[in-house]
């Protein structure tokens, strides 16, 4: 007699069940879901945290609707060196937009940029950076700014490594995101990076749309242009999304604590602190870079990425503090 | 011989595949979506837009990831006579607080309601509401102040109906959010309120989660008490999330143009206009209060509620304006 419920046919069962939940829970439990990192404790513990949270009846069982992951971007889902890549990106601006600004040159610190000094212009420090920032980043309708973006990010590339920018986000931090996912999680970005300047790529690269996307940002105004609704951006900032500002725009955004959280640097202590705070399960980790050969090595003096006091703390908080040279077996996308 | 799929079988499957999915968009199609609805042009035009944007193969079709539906809270999801719920809580707060505060006997405008003037009070206008909220909505953590909301919500009743508030919101609207996100929309609030006011409610009456609330913000400041983070509410205002503030508040916290959006009240018109005004299908309604037996009748006059340009733009723009006396079955859940 043959069987009603035979293997293929069960299997056909499930994966109608999969496709219409639109994620493989079971499927990246079977298969391994971080291909990508070595089997060291960081990785043992992300497995653990997830299993608790999310199985059944486990005593640390959390509902779908809590279950809310924060990463931080610069130095955690992509690379920041040798300067985060925002700053790049509004630099690479100032190039292009020079010629309709011959103020700039005689205006600082524009002036150093258009004759291509750039060791005159990082010497202005945050404040030439927040100018440059300002004036290529304002005074333009939210989606003029999103197609500058868009052009920029699909065709600059990497002063050093020569790729493209969203090459440069990291594997092992990808089939993180999506074991999460897969396991009821909502990600979210929270980062010190413009939050208009992340939300036109992020759906492509991280699977992130743009509502859970966190980030820095500046006032913007509602007004009419021949006859037709336009939000134009401002030079003003509103909220700097960074330290004491990440918990801030967490509860801005979310409105709820999360509870896991991923930085690399003393920006995300703040963050960490936050989430890690909250009763019930918690995860925290870091990502440290300790890999000059794939990729960079900093951390306590570093100028971009300084991870300082984070550090300590994740010792005495118990936070998991991956190593990219020991815990992961790939970085990069092989080109 | 028995069929390997007989009827009862097909339907398990089914159910399989819609408990995976979260979600009942078959079963909605086939039963009555919208039962509190009369068959009206109102519910025609809202059926005809859903089923344009979700069906596969249609010209009008618009991917699940950019099916954003924003609504309007107040006269829009639930009752705003005779003042917004809001105002009711905070005028209820600042009896709580009284004896905390023997200074408010000689305070303007907290004088007059220690003394029970609600009309010297209301002569005060914005101002004394302005007043009122900073001095009942700040000065305490986000925690305290979601405790305090919460507590509120669930005891106090409305002066004239003496219901619960969360009993005076609209089942037909409760109907038209179910039938949105059965059809692969994302339903957000974007509200006048604030957002710390709905969040602790929104998830559990209108299955809105907090991130997924839009509202007028103040400003907060991380800390650390007793050695534990916490979020602190300063009096100062961020956002208002009104007239020109809505499309900024839906590109702050969506980053996206929504294609459908609801209101009721002049507050409402640009969040209309910003929304209507994008490429492909787009849909805007008002929901028109004029039912003044069942709920209230009000529109061009109004302190509360005032609609009147975006009545005239609803004819020109062809927004589909509810009636509802004409258009609702029911109002009010029953008691």
Chains 1, 2 share one sequence.
Do not use: C
Not at 246 to 266: C, E, M, T, Y
Request: hydrophobic share 40%.
């Amino acid at each position: 007699m043959r069987p009603l419920f035979n293997k293929a046919f069960m299997k056909t069962l499930l994966y109608i069940a999969l496709l219409a939940s639109g994620s493989a829970p079971l499927l990246a439990a079977e298969d391994d879901p971080l291909p990508s990192w070595n089997d060291t404790a960081s990785r043992k513990a992300i497995l653990a945290f997830v299993e608790k949270v999310s199985r059944d009846g486990s005593p640390d069982f959390v509902p779908v609707p809590e279950r809310i992951a924060v990463f931080d971007n610069d130095g955690t889902l992509w690379a920041e060196q040798p300067t985060y890549f925002q700053i790049q990106f509004a630099l690479d601006r100032v190039t292009a937009l020079a010629p309709q600004h011959p103020e700039w040159k005689t205006t600082e610190p524009f002036n150093h940029l258009v004759a291509g000094n750039t060791k005159a212009f990082m010497a202005g420090g945050e404040k030439s950076l927040m100018a440059v920032i300002a004036a290529t980043h304002a005074g333009m309708t939210t989606e003029e700014f999103s197609k500058t973006v868009n052009d920029w990010i699909t065709t600059a590339r990497h002063p050093k490594l020569g790729r493209l920018y969203t090459d440069l986000v990291y594997v092992p931090m990808l089939e993180l995101l999506a074991y999460l996912r897969a396991n009821g999680f909502k990600t979210f970005i929270v980062s010190g990076g413009g939050i208009e300047f992340m939300r036109p790529w992020t759906e492509r690269v991280y699977g992130i749309p743009p509502e859970q996307v966190v980030g820095s940002s500046g006032k913007l105004k509602f007004e009419m242009r021949d006859g037709k609704p336009a939000l134009l951006k401002l030079p003003e900032v509103d909220l700097i999304d960074d330290k004491e500002g990440k918990p801030v725009g967490i509860q801005l955004h979310i409105g709820r604590r999360p509870i896991a959280a991923f930085g690399n640097s003393d920006g995300d202590l703040q963050m960490l602190q936050w989430t890690t705070a909250g009763t019930g399960p918690r995860f925290g980790l870091i990502v440290r870079h300790t890999d000059a050969r794939r990729e960079w090595e900093y951390d306590r003096t570093s100028n971009i990425g300084k991870l300082d006091k984070a550090l300590d703390e994740a010792k005495e908080k118990n936070w998991t503090v991956v190593s990219m040279k020991e815990d992961w077996k790939t970085v990069f996308r092989t080109p």
